[in-house]
């Protein structure tokens, strides 16, 4: 037994347990035989397992406490020298959980709830980015929906969120959620902007925790912080586990996690029509065991309110139940959660604008006879198959459209990328056995699923082709001069050989290709070197037309330092210095290719502004997320989007047109998608006239803008926040707390000189 005269712990004390230094957090104390004994928790602060402890005070040999005003005894040590001491001072001062309360000021937010999570970061925070913070300290359980801009900075807006909770001891198990290609962002993010560590979770790091504590050991019981991606997580196994380490915490008064933050939110939303995602289905499995929720995504409407609401129901199921419609209530509700701004907003509110322009820049190609002849030979082979299954079954017909359409969009990325697919369909043609409608079904699900290995989407692609050629089998003699005038167009452009990789590919002409290198030449190089000032990133949806692209590139320009490649499945090792060299100034690199997978949340910005849309994606969201890696918080020339359109070609004018018209109405995209892929269908698919589909899309768009205006347009919310006087971007409240926050922050010395000390 330890010595009878035992300090008492309180709360807030710091104390050596067990060699490992924490802090007191609660203490209980009861009256025993032996007399009065303390129950302690103590939450340690090293990042060891487990990070928290219960236990008997007067019983835990070697136990100690740091008295909080202790100072060091001169007797026993030299003085310490005034620099160093008054370096100490400021930091005890700084780290303080609430150094900022002023019992004589004015009431207010401030006063009620200090903010210490911009002084504990590595960061410059912009005034509008504390209006999350702000919003939700005022909440008891934290439900926001961040659905800002593309580039405004939600990451650093959850990561203030985040710290504030972490110092006011309101959460300590978090986990993040994210695509595979953003989780080593969110780790190096959250450890050097915010200094708070998180162990990713994946596959390897798993067999290597289970090989150093063994075969039962579960992450997710392990680390109090983790980063995963949501594919990873949604695998069964996977998931199982992670509800089986949740659930041996229900006997437990309080949730097992604390704080849940989803980013790109929108790839969870559930479906408009009853159906639902695995990906969907995991949020709902996940959502329940956790405390606080942080949703983030910049295209939170995807046109349907059911989707909306279902999103909102996982953020919030005691607010939101999913419906068709909202009610009026509803909508209240939805402005209380959601937090929306957008660039032009706060352009408009500051003086100089916050954010450069951006503006997007057509290239105009001039198709040769064979590349035109290409086209116009799918245009009929397109016409013949939807001919063919018009009298035919709901599912024939549904099976047909989709036949034409896993050809013609890779048409529309490259004629590479289509002789790829066209010879594999010419492969299930000779199959030894034709595909039934179900099949092809089955095959255009596995086609739309999210993944996020390039790899593993071509290998889905090439199956949907494959299948399609065996399902159109009984039809292929109806359809042989249509496939024969493909055949002879291939040819013409010297790429009708079959089993050759893209990246051998040498077409008699490609008109994008030869813009490309023109373009180059003009805006990259000087003479025959590259500029060092300019960069730019090529975007396209396959990793068929990346890889011909890198190749003809490459030849062109023969300094292999000066190209990489960014595709989803590269592993983190590659990734990270890829980016890395990209946003280097002194790396000679000057030119990334890179597929969809990289135009989620990467921040690409800090030495490009010029960007080309090889192809287009129907997904207009991809659109504005390829934009994004450029045009975002940190970028300090204007941006410029640049696409292709041709007089020689209706297909590739309407796709110009389409994007531009993304351009104009960025703010509500997510709003709009249902209308865009119609667009697609119908001109792409259907064959239909362009003009006529142009015409019909104008009025579809104003139709769809008018349905989601209410829950997710950012003026609307900003009107009401002023009506009830929250902070927001565009009133007072918010810009006068910064103010205060920065003369409070000048007499705590808060300033550069203070802190190189």
Not at 390 to 399: D, M, T, Y
């Amino acid at each position: 037994m330890r010595d009878s005269v035992v300090p008492v712990p309180r709360i807030g004390m710091l104390a050596t347990v067990r060699n490992r230094r924490g802090i007191v957090s609660a203490v209980e104390p009861f009256d025993g035989p032996d007399g009065r004994l303390h129950l302690v928790s103590v939450e340690y602060t090293d990042a060891d397992a487990p990070a928290e402890d219960q236990l008997l005070w007067e019983r835990e040999p070697a136990a100690s406490l740091l008295e909080p005003i202790a100072l060091p005894d001169p007797s026993s040590q030299p003085p310490m020298p005034p620099r160093e001491f008054d370096a100490l001072v400021r930091a005890t001062r700084w780290t303080a959980l609430s150094p900022f309360v002023d019992p004589d000021g004015p009431e207010g937010m401030l006063t009620r709830f200090p903010i210490a999570a911009p002084f504990h970061g590595a960061i410059q925070v912009d005034d509008f980015q504390l209006v999350p913070l702000l919003k939700a300290l005022r909440m008891p359980r934290v439900s926001l929906l961040i659905a800002d801009d593309v580039g405004l900075g939600k990451t650093i807006e959850a990561g203030l969120i985040l710290q504030e909770l972490i110092l006011r001891r309101r959460v300590r198990r978090v986990l993040i959620v994210c695509p595979a290609s953003l989780r080593g962002q969110w780790y190096q993010e959250m450890r050097d902007k915010f200094s708070l560590v998180f162990d990713e979770v994946d596959r390897d790091s798993t067999h290597a925790l289970r090989k150093r504590l063994g075969l039962d050991a579960n992450p997710w019981r392990t680390f109090p912080r983790i980063v995963t991606s949501y594919h990873y997580l949604k695998q069964a196994d996977v998931l199982e586990e992670f509800l089986s380490a949740s659930r041996a915490r229900e006997d437990s008064p309080h949730l097992p996690w604390d704080l849940l933050i989803v980013d790109e939110a929108h790839n969870l939303t559930p479906g408009p029509f009853g159906d639902e995602s695995d990906l969907a289905k995991m949020l709902g499995f996940l959502a329940p065991y956790f405390e606080h929720r942080l949703f983030l995504t910049a295209t939170p409407h995807n046109g349907h309110t059911r989707s909306f609401t279902g999103l909102l129901e996982k953020l919030d199921p005691v607010r939101f139940s999913q419906s068709d419609n909202m009610s009026a209530v509803e909508r209240e509700r939805a402005e209380q959660v959601v937090i929306r701004r957008l660039k032009s907003e706060i352009n408009a509110r500051t003086n100089p604008p916050r954010f450069c322009d951006r503006s997007t820049k057509e290239i105009s190609v001039s198709l040769s006879r064979q590349e035109q002849a290409l086209s116009a030979a799918f245009a009929g082979f397109r016409t013949k198959v939807r001919s063919l299954v018009a009298q035919s079954r709901r599912g024939e017909q549904l099976a047909g459209s989709f036949a034409v359409e896993v050809l013609g969009k890779r048409l529309l990325s490259s004629p590479v990328a289509f002789a790829d697919s066209w010879h594999r369909y010419q492969a299930g043609l000779t199959a030894d056995e034709a595909a039934d409608a179900s099949e092809v079904r089955s095959a255009e699900r596995a086609n739309r699923e999210e993944t996020a290995d390039d790899r593993e989407a071509e290998s889905r692609r090439a199956h949907a082709a494959q299948t399609v050629g065996a399902w159109l089998k009984p039809m292929a003699d109806r359809l042989r001069d249509e496939s024969a005038a493909i055949d002879t167009a291939l040819h013409a452009l010297k790429i009708g050989e079959a089993g050759l990789p893209p990246d051998a590919r040498k077409p008699r002409h490609d008109a994008r290709l030869t813009a490309l290198t023109d373009w180059i030449d003009a805006n990259l190089r000087a003479g025959k070197k590259f500029r060092d000032d300019e960069r730019l990133i090529i975007f396209t949806e396959y990793k068929t037309t990346l890889d011909f692209l890198e190749a003809r590139l490459r030849e062109r320009y023969p300094e292999d330092e000066r190209i990489l490649v960014l595709y989803g499945g590269i592993h983190e090792s590659e990734r990270d210095p890829i980016k890395a060299a990209f946003n280097d100034p002194d790396d000679p690199v000057r030119i990334l290719l890179a597929t969809d997978a990289a135009a989620e949340g990467l921040n690409l910005q800090q030495t490009a502004r010029y960007l080309l849309h090889f192809d287009v994606p129907w997904n207009p969201s991809r659109i504005e997320q390829r934009n994004g890696r450029l045009d975002r918080h940190g970028q300090d020339r204007d941006v410029v989007a640049h696409h292709f359109t041709s007089d020689d070609d209706a297909d590739l004018r309407f796709l110009s047109y389409l994007v531009g018209k993304v351009d104009t109405i960025r703010e509500d995209l997510g709003s709009v998608g249902e209308v865009f892929d119609a667009a697609f269908q119908r001109r792409f698919v259907g064959g239909e006239d362009a003009e006529a589909v142009r015409a019909d899309t104008e009025q579809r768009v104003l139709i769809a803008r008018g349905r989601a205006a209410v829950p997710c347009d950012s003026s609307t919310t900003m009107r009401e926040a002023d009506r009830r006087g929250a902070p927001t971007a565009s009133d007072g409240g918010a810009k006068d707390e910064v103010e205060r926050l920065r003369a409070l922050a000048a007499e705590l010395d808060l300033d550069p000189h203070s802190l190189r000390d």
